[in-house]
């Protein structure tokens, strides 16, 4: 009995901390957003005074309420235009790999000056924790998940600079990279190298960057800091990230920052002389030979070609508009699970049969929420075409105030279904070819 009197009080104690943290300090203009009491930690964040939770409530999901403190409140107000143009093309990057900007607002009063911006929450923790964690428990790396990070962080990487102009992270670490339960790679901080770029000199004092960390140094290449970044930046970043996601860990001295031996100490325990090759390739000095984050989608490490059943679940999510949500469950209702779905036929024996009975749908049904998630993302095509961004984003302020391309207006998605389709082909004696004629 005394047991139980003791624990109640710390059971309350705990429900009211709980409370408090939950309470609401702030609303959004739009009342959407509420700002709670509780701060999170989402990895190296530079430049960011305040990060706390926040509750979408027209999703009802958890968010992140991130506060930009600037200084200056005269430079701020004189450069609220570019500010805006700077948020405005955050809030357009979509990737499925890439923790996602949804929303912001200046905050200006007679005591600050801020950026208030709304982001996509990541419960689960830094590459570099788990990473950590793994370690601790005395396991290795499995193959398979080190190349489907690789693959899900090149695809981000890919996506960033396809755009144009290409939008280059800069900060790209094992602290602002995040690993979900499910395996989900989302990478965070896209934020930080558009707008210390993109600002001009007296608004970039609170985005002194995270490179400055010692421990991190040896993320960033040898010519950051004498030439202008390029992409081949985040490259030699990505080869130190994949290198520590292989070996679990590089040592360093306390906080010091990691040394070019234990670099070399990390190259040479790697097993998989295809692996080595892979990385190595992207931390080479001279910037011009490194490969582009699409070539390495193609490396033999990495290439895979994939299954018709993952080529069929892109298909599905890109056309998924036309669907239902729970298309899924409606198709299978009525369908009789004996009837024959696919059949290989073989000379001389009986043919090879599978039936919707075999099919387990729930495991469908994950299936595809991961492929809509970004855990296979697919590698081996082409890439899309280049995403058109405002210059004033990724370009230096002097050229920005020399051409503004507004941020194109949303467009509506065509959402009406075929319900009728006939196909005629015909041959064309005159200019002796075929013509296609397709009714919808």
């Known amino acids: 009995m005394w047991g139980a009197a003791e624990a109640a009080p710390v059971a309350a104690a705990s429900q009211e901390e709980s409370e408090d943290e939950s309470e609401v300090l702030e609303e959004s203009p739009c009342g959407r957003w509420q700002k709670r009491k509780e701060q999170v930690n989402q990895g190296n964040r530079p430049g960011l005074q305040s990060t706390f939770l926040a509750m979408d409530t027209e999703e009802g999901v958890e968010v992140v309420w991130n506060e930009l403190q600037f200084t200056d409140k005269k430079a ?29 607002w200046l905050d200006v009063t007679e005591s600050k000056a801020q950026v208030i911006f709304i982001t996509e929450y990541v419960s689960s923790g830094s590459l570099k924790q788990f990473l950590k964690k793994t370690k601790k428990n005395h396991k290795a790396m499995n193959a398979r998940a080190w190349k489907r990070w690789c693959t899900q962080i090149l695809s981000a990487l890919s996506y960033l600079h396809s755009c144009d102009p290409p939008i280059i992270h800069g900060n790209l670490t094992s602290d602002t990279i995040f690993i979900q339960h499910n395996g989900l790679i989302k990478i965070g901080s896209v934020w930080h190298r558009v707008s210390a770029k993109a600002l001009p000199p007296e608004l970039r004092s609170p985005l002194c ?52 031996e234990a670099i070399e100490r990390a190259r040479h325990s790697l097993d998989d002389p295809i692996m080595r090759e892979f990385i190595l390739g992207c931390l080479l000095p001279n910037p011009d030979r490194r490969p582009t984050a699409h070539n390495l989608l193609f490396h033999r490490v990495l290439f895979e070609v994939h299954s018709l059943k993952l080529l069929a679940a892109h298909c599905f999510i890109s056309n998924q508009y036309l669907w239902p949500e729970n298309v899924v469950e409606e ?16 000379v001389g024996r009986p043919p090879v049969q599978w039936r919707y009975s075999e099919v387990s749908f729930l495991e469908l049904d994950k299936f595809l929420e991961d492929v809509r998630n970004g855990i296979y993302p697919l590698m081996n095509f082409a890439s899309a075409r280049p995403h058109t961004l405002p210059r004033s984003a990724s370009q230096p302020p002097e050229d920005s105030q020399k051409a503004k391309t507004p941020t194109p207006e949303p467009f509506d998605v065509e959402t009406r279904k075929v319900v009728q389709m006939q196909c005629s082909m015909e041959w064309n004696e005159e200019k002796r070819q075929r013509h296609l004629t397709l009714l919808l």
Request: aromatic letters at 8%.
């Open 76 to 104: 701020f107000v004189a450069h609220e235009e570019k500010i805006k143009t700077v948020f405005e093309q955050l809030v357009v990057v979509d990737h499925p790999n890439i923790v996602k900007v949804h929303k912001y």
């Open 209 to 260: 960057a995270g490179r400055e960390e010692q421990r991190n140094l040896h993320f960033f290449p040898p010519e950051y800091g004498r030439v202008a970044d390029g992409t081949a930046v985040d490259i030699f970043s990505f080869g130190m990230c994949a290198l520590e996601m292989a070996v679990l860990e590089i040592q360093s001295n306390g906080d010091a920052c990691v040394t070019e």
């Open 331 to 346: 198709k299978t209702k009525a369908l009789d699970l004996s009837i024959v779905m696919a059949e290989i036929q073989h």
